[in-house]
């Protein structure tokens, strides 16, 4: 039994499933038709989008477990790794996946933008719960892809309605997102609250000492969240980025400091500033001054 799965290419899975082979860059599987699938954790070298309608299992998806519930959306990247090690087991779940190739993007636009939807370097506890509606959205958009690829002989005509098809899903799921970010936001209105403390209990304890100065990845793991669905959430609640929020919280530090008659070099190694001359950079940036104006300003 194999540990791991490396899809290299969309047919490694769909081969290992019996699903059936439809374009040497595209993959449409449907787990409902599937007679003997079984677990693996597949190591892909590939973009996935997988659409679960119900599954009992538990899955290894990015740094954690991950129970799909209902109408759970996944997104996988080149480099990831998700699914299960192969125990022997036949299982049985409803749904979908789509594979696709980098290949299949060179040269497109998509190609040159697919690294702007987020949500495929998102953990396992950041997946999307759809509604049955978008649910439905998903599968309608993979079923035409399948049938494109049953139907049509490859070209780059075929190619280009499958590439349009495969964007048009991104789409749908980058809105589906949108709604989830505006959802958690409002549900989890202490996220903000949380993330000052976090950065003001970061400076409490001098933790700056040792680390320098906080970073959006650090506060992100910290909230047990991944670095680009943490900065999604902050820019959905404050319309401004995650670092923007830490060097606000920086620059409100410094102007204490020097209010409580610090040098300037003495404030940039409280901050957690490898030189003075960075400090003075960035509060001249923030203010419009720099530290010596604004004591002079205050004095």
Excluded at 44 to 56: A, T
Excluded at 131 to 140: D, F, G, L, M, P
Aim: negative net charge; charged residues 20%; contains cysteine.
């Amino acid at each position: 039994m194999k540990q791991s799965l490396n899809v290299e290419s969309v047919n490694d899975y769909a081969r290992y499933v019996g699903a059936e082979v439809l374009h040497p860059l595209v993959s449409v599987i449907h787990y409902d038709e599937l007679e003997h699938c079984r677990h693996s954790l597949n190591n892909y070298q590939v973009y996935g989008i997988v659409l679960i309608e119900d599954s009992p299992y538990t899955l290894t998806y990015g740094q954690g477990q991950y129970h799909f519930d209902n109408g759970s959306l996944m997104c996988v990247a080149p480099g990831q790794t998700g699914g299960m090690s192969d125990n022997g087991e036949t299982i049985n779940i409803r749904g979908w996946m789509l594979l696709f190739a980098p290949k299949l993007l060179y040269g497109t636009e998509l190609g040159k933008r697919i690294h702007d939807y987020h949500f495929f370097s998102y953990y396992e506890n950041e997946s999307l719960r759809t509604t049955s509606e978008e649910a439905r959205i998903i599968e309608v958009c993979l079923k035409m892809i399948r049938h494109e690829l049953r139907t049509r002989p490859d070209s780059e005509h075929l190619r280009r309605i499958i590439t349009a098809y495969i964007e048009l899903v991104l789409e749908y799921c980058a809105c589906f997102y949108e709604r989830q970010f505006k959802t958690e936001t409002t549900a989890d209105n202490d996220l903000l609250k949380r993330f000052d403390a976090l950065l003001h209990n970061y400076y409490a304890e001098n933790r700056q000492l040792k680390l320098g100065l906080p970073t959006v990845h650090y506060c992100a793991q910290q909230l047990f969240l991944s670095p680009n669905y943490f900065g999604d959430l902050i820019r959905q609640a404050t319309g401004d980025t995650a670092i923007s929020f830490i060097r606000n919280h920086v620059m409100q530090q410094a102007t204490r400091l020097l209010h409580a008659g610090k040098t300037i070099t003495e404030t940039a190694e409280l901050l957690g500033f490898e030189y003075p001359q960075h400090f003075t950079r960035q509060f001249k940036k923030h203010f419009g001054v720099t530290p010596s104006q604004y004591v002079q300003q205050k004095a």
